[in-house]
């Protein structure tokens, strides 16, 4: 059975860092290309970070670039988003999945509020 | 904002067809393949359309997907109540600060 699940969603305040986790299993990690994708309270889903497993390219969306970081742990099969300097605006839903779309986690809530 | 256009709402009767539209531009669905996606809030994006029109195991083929110059569209027949959510088409965007996934604006379809 395929699982991806997501952890380290919490409330901090702006300005403050978050690393997120996503541990895989039920598939080849380490060939899959994978995606971060977000959903602020009340809006549509959001793109927000791209990682080739081959190449270790990585791609962002503007609304985060110089302050996210996404990367994997093969050995680990899991994927990590770095937050830094949050902004209320980054308050949301954060799903992992593969970037084909096949696979999704259930998401962790990230909330980003004084 | 996004660079992909849906209508807000769609809506239609048991047994229905609905189709939702999906507009984009010459450097996202004009030059990439689309994909579309249901999502109930709260639980985790199913994808139903990939590659214009191909759809993953397990998905019925009362979805289907078509894609026509810069504009895309799924329809969804013999409507039937669980297949009330919200829909996202998705594609590459081709922007000169370097590629981006981009979701359309969704679409809450209702079944009357």
């Known amino acids: 059975e395929v699982q991806l699940v997501e952890s380290g969603g919490r409330l901090v305040q702006p300005g403050e860092s978050l690393r997120l986790s996503c541990v895989v299993s039920g598939f080849t990690f380490s060939t899959h290309n994978m995606k971060w994708v977000r959903q602020a309270p009340g809006k549509g889903l959001e793109w927000v970070s791209f990682?080739?497993?081959?190449?270790?390219?990585?791609y962002y969306a503007d609304s985060v670039k110089g302050r996210f970081t996404i990367s994997r742990d093969n050995a680990k099969n899991a994927l990590f988003l770095q937050m830094n300097s949050l902004r209320n605006d980054d308050t949301g839903v954060y799903y992992c999945?593969?970037?084909?779309?096949?696979?999704w986690g259930q998401g962790t809530l990230v909330t980003v509020s004084s | 904002q996004s660079l992909l256009t849906q209508p807000p709402s769609a809506s239609g009767t048991p047994g229905q067809r609905v189709t939702i539209s999906c507009s984009g531009s010459s450097s996202n669905i004009g030059t990439n393949t689309v994909d579309w996606y249901q999502h109930l809030p709260g639980t985790a994006p199913k994808l139903l359309i990939y590659?214009?029109?191909q759809r993953p195991s397990g998905v019925p083929d009362r979805f289907s997907g078509s894609k026509s110059g810069t504009s895309a569209s799924l329809a969804i027949s013999g409507l039937q109540s669980e297949d009330e959510a919200d829909y996202y088409c998705?594609?590459?965007?081709?922007?000169?600060?370097?590629?981006?996934?981009?979701f359309g604006t969704g679409t809450k379809v209702t079944v009357l």
């Open positions: 990682l080739n497993s081959r190449t270790g390219t990585v």
């Open positions: 998705a594609t590459w965007d081709d922007s000169p600060n370097g590629p981006n996934y981009v």
């Open positions: 999945a593969t970037d084909s779309g096949d696979y």
């Open positions: 590659s214009n029109n």
